[in-house]
């Protein structure tokens, strides 16, 4: 706006014309980023220890030393061979846990904007006795 005092003038001396101004509101959108988001994948170990019961068969061989006289000593020798046994295989299954889905979603809402608007309006100062008569007054609406 223009300042007060650069418009005053004394009407005997100049013939002046003065510009009003009046602000007017204009509004305007603008489409920003309010943030950056980066969607992944993250894998995570856990140790997970299972009990499984394993069966194995051996060939077992004894040897006991037999005396001249038909009786037996104790002492035996044994022999193990192992023949079979459970072998652990462990197979890892991957199972569905989640179905994320992505997606945007826009939404609108009604925000209340509120600002100050000036206007400029001709103010008439006498010093005096002086009568003022307004000719075909305008309407200020």
């Not at 305007?28 to 994948?41: E, L």
């Not at 019961?53 to 040897?63: D, F, G, N, Q, T």
Request: charged share 35%; aromatic share 4%.
């Amino acid at each position: 706006m223009v300042s007060e005092q650069s418009e005053k003038a004394n009407i005997h001396n100049d013939d002046l014309t003065i510009k009003l101004h009046k602000e007017e509101l204009q509004v305007s959108k603008k489409w920003i980023d309010t943030a950056n988001v980066t969607v992944y994948k993250k894998i995570y170990t856990e140790e997970k220890q299972i009990s499984v019961p394993v069966r194995r068969e051996e060939l077992i061989i004894e040897k006991k030393v037999v005396n001249s006289d038909g009786a037996t000593n104790n002492d035996i020798e044994t022999i193990c061979i192992p023949i079979r046994e459970d072998r652990i295989e462990v197979t890892l299954h991957p199972t569905l846990l989640e179905d994320v889905e992505i997606y945007k979603n826009q939404y609108e809402e009604i925000k209340e904007v509120i600002e100050t608007l000036q206007e400029e309006k001709v103010h008439i100062e006498t010093i005096g006795d002086i009568k003022v008569t307004v000719n075909n007054p305008l309407s200020t609406t």
